[in-house]
């Protein structure tokens, strides 16, 4: 047996970190303010990336954009809904080996505990789409005499959402998920130490 060292790969490279920028109406971009948050590893210390802290422009923006597209996906219909949650889903199981990855790396957890994150991400979005089609309680009924009522669903509009330091990924779909499925649109804060 040789004492040879073996170069390991590193856990994320440099190139497969998302781009260190909010993600506002469909597109990163770069921040309006000037503060930076450390964000680092804390199951060995080690700071792996500096990210925009979201100022009041940012904030500002991020609702406008949540509004505009509020007007178009408040009226999808379900099927049209379902379907993007489904994409949604695919495109994370696609990528699945990468954002677990990633997961372990942000918020210090083994990686099989990460990928079980991933895994959750996808049914989530692959419950909340079929959620979107199917409805469980009767829609109309007679609960007054001589009166029919109706139940009218509508969705409410832009959300806001927070998502805590320990399962962003995966308390971010159980979010971001039955938001979309309810045909609401949404600003999400992650935490500052696992965006």
């Known amino acids: 047996m040789s004492n040879t060292r073996v170069d390991v790969a590193p856990f994320i490279t440099e190139q497969e970190f998302p781009p260190l920028q909010h993600f506002i109406n469909g597109a990163f971009v770069e921040s309006a303010g000037e503060e930076y948050s450390e964000v680092v590893n804390p199951a060995n210390g080690q700071v792996i990336a500096l990210v925009p802290r979201g100022s009041t422009a940012d904030v500002d923006d991020a609702?406008?954009?949540?509004?505009?597209?509020?007007?178009?996906?408040g009226s999808v219909t379900p099927k049209e809904g379902s379907?993007?949650?489904?994409?949604?889903?695919?495109?994370?199981?696609?990528?699945?080996?990468?954002?677990?990855?990633?997961?372990?790396?942000?918020?210090?957890?083994?990686?099989?505990?990460?990928?079980?994150?991933?895994?959750?991400?996808?049914?989530?979005?692959?419950?909340?789409?079929?959620?979107?089609r199917a409805f469980t309680e009767a829609g109309a009924g007679d609960y007054v005499e001589d009166h029919t009522s109706f139940i009218l669903r509508e969705p409410l509009g832009v959300i806001g959402a927070i998502v805590p330091w320990n399962y962003p990924l995966l308390m971010g779909a159980w979010k971001i998920a039955p938001i979309l499925a309810a045909g609401n649109t949404l600003v999400l804060k992650p935490a500052e130490q696992t965006p």
Do not use: C
Request: hydrophobic content about 50%; aromatic content about 6%.
């Open 63 to 73: 609702v406008n954009a949540a509004h505009d597209a509020f007007r178009q996906w």
């Open 83 to 132: 379907e993007a949650m489904l994409a949604i889903a695919n495109v994370v199981e696609e990528n699945a080996d990468l954002l677990a990855r990633l997961e372990a790396h942000n918020a210090g957890k083994p990686l099989e505990v990460a990928g079980d994150d991933v895994d959750g991400t996808v049914d989530i979005f692959r419950f909340s789409a079929g959620a979107a």
